[in-house]
């Protein structure tokens, strides 16, 4: 009986181990991507997805994330708050669509792109989805399932904290 202890908390503690480990390595890949020091940064990556262009009855536009051929990237960035303010928040986030057959390419040609930025915030009037239209895309291969994304955008809408994303990502 003594020996079949001795076993499970041996289990117990490589089992830890093999946790710490994961974590480690899923911290590392966070931080290839920069975020500014007072919030803090996803990436996320939709395989086999589409970005359809919705436009509401007051004639609002934005992305929508369904089925369809492409790899979608979505990159968020969370301003820290004030907790002792309801609406403290500010977000904003950037959806990419990309030709998951044709992933190494440089473009300075944005408006013919799906890229939309959003801006989430108590900023009356300064909120919602934009396209963007200036800036530079370039997407460079590492091997065979490796990409880093450059991205550097400006919106003439809005005022902006992210203007540039560089992050590798991975394919299946």
């Known amino acids: 009986m003594r020996f079949f202890c001795l076993l499970y908390v041996a289990i ?30 996803s990436f996320e990556i939709f395989e086999n997805k589409s970005l359809q262009i919705i436009t509401d009855e007051i004639q609002g536009t934005y992305p929508k994330i ?10 968020e960035y969370k301003k820290v708050g004030n907790s002792n303010y309801e609406d403290s928040g500010y977000r904003e986030e950037i959806f990419i669509e990309l030709d998951k057959n044709n992933l190494e390419f440089e473009t300075e040609d944005l408006q013919s792109q799906k890229l939309f ?11 919602g989805y934009y396209k963007i239209n ?11 399932k490796n990409f880093q994304l450059q991205l550097n955008f400006k919106t003439e809408e809005v005022p902006q904290i992210i203007t540039g994303i560089t992050h590798n990502f991975s394919t299946q």
């Not at 994961?22 to 290839?32: D, G, R, S």
């Not at 200036?134 to 065979?144: A, C, P, S, V, W």
């Open 117 to 127: 930025f959003a801006r989430w915030c108590y900023c009356k009037g300064q909120t």
């Open 12 to 41: 117990c503690l490589l089992a830890c181990k093999a946790k710490k480990d994961a974590n480690a390595v899923i911290a590392e890949h966070e931080t290839l991507f920069e975020c500014p020091e007072n919030g803090a940064c």
């Open 134 to 144: 200036q800036g530079k895309l370039m997407i460079t291969k590492i091997d065979d």
């Open 66 to 75: 369904e089925n369809g051929a492409h790899l979608v990237l979505k990159f």
